[in-house]
């Protein structure tokens, strides 16, 4: 069964460093999700992506995030310098059509955890 | 962002009985809903879903009900299994979104 899969599952940084987070969606899906989770609190929306732009972002997304699809496999998540609250799961998801009618698939997640 | 409510963090039941979750909503715009289910370490799994236009949708032990006029839905698990045992997430979207609102989750333990 196709599925999304995320690199790596566990990153550890400094705060104030650069990070990247990875995920590959399933091939033929044309919609991409970023979502966090931190610990105890609920799921949150950060990002959407189709026809290479951004599509909807919340406030949390702000210009310390950023995200690409630099090929046409990869869907990147980068934080330019990380901050204590940054640490939580990072879910990435995608889906085949709009999600007014169909279902996100999300993969395993990455944990980040800035100290 | 509190459009999406499961009032009950935690539910306990039995094996073999129905398990059933509650999630409420605000925003009437709303028209598609779903449910997700989270292992620890793990991401969130499609479980099942409903559109406004439905009332009911039925998958295998899954049973998903739906009252818009009282904006609530509901998950029925029947009968519950150990491997139930997890997070289960309420999520909402509207027509022109670009994402899923979710819920705080129900921790679900079924006891053998």
């Known amino acids: 069964e196709p599925e999304v899969t995320q690199t790596p599952s566990h990153q550890v940084t400094q705060m104030g460093q650069e990070v990247i987070l990875r995920c590959v969606p399933i091939?033929?899906?044309?919609?991409f999700y970023w979502y966090r989770q931190i610990l105890g609190q609920k799921v949150e929306f950060l990002v959407s992506?189709?026809?290479?732009?951004?599509?909807?972002k919340s406030e949390i997304f702000d210009d310390q995030f950023s995200v690409e699809r630099p090929d046409g496999s990869n869907f990147t998540l980068k934080i330019r310098s990380t901050k204590l609250e940054d640490s939580a799961m990072y879910f990435c998801?995608?889906?085949?059509?709009?999600?007014?009618?169909?279902?996100?698939?999300f993969g395993q997640g990455t944990r980040l955890t800035v100290v | 962002d509190q459009q999406v409510k499961q009032n009950s963090p935690s539910l306990s039941v039995q094996e073999g009985r129905i398990s059933i979750l509650n999630c409420d909503y605000t925003?009437?715009?709303?028209?598609?809903f779903l449910w997700y289910k989270k292992y620890p370490a793990e991401g969130p799994t499609f479980l099942i879903s409903?559109?406004?236009?439905?009332d009911k949708n039925e998958d295998g032990r899954f049973t998903v009900f739906l009252n818009k006029s009282a904006k609530h839905l509901s998950l029925h698990i029947v009968p519950s299994q150990p491997g139930d045992s997890a997070v289960y997430f309420c999520?909402?979207?509207?027509?022109?979104?670009?994402?899923?609102?979710f819920g705080a989750g129900t921790t679900v333990t079924v006891r053998a």
């Open positions: 998801a995608s889906s085949e059509g709009s999600l007014a009618y169909t279902e996100a698939f």
């Open positions: 091939s033929n899906h044309l919609y």
């Open positions: 992506f189709y026809n290479n732009e951004i599509s909807e």
């Open positions: 925003n009437s715009m709303f028209d598609y």
């Open positions: 409903i559109s406004s236009i439905k």
């Open positions: 999520a909402a979207s509207r027509p022109n979104d670009y994402k899923l609102s």
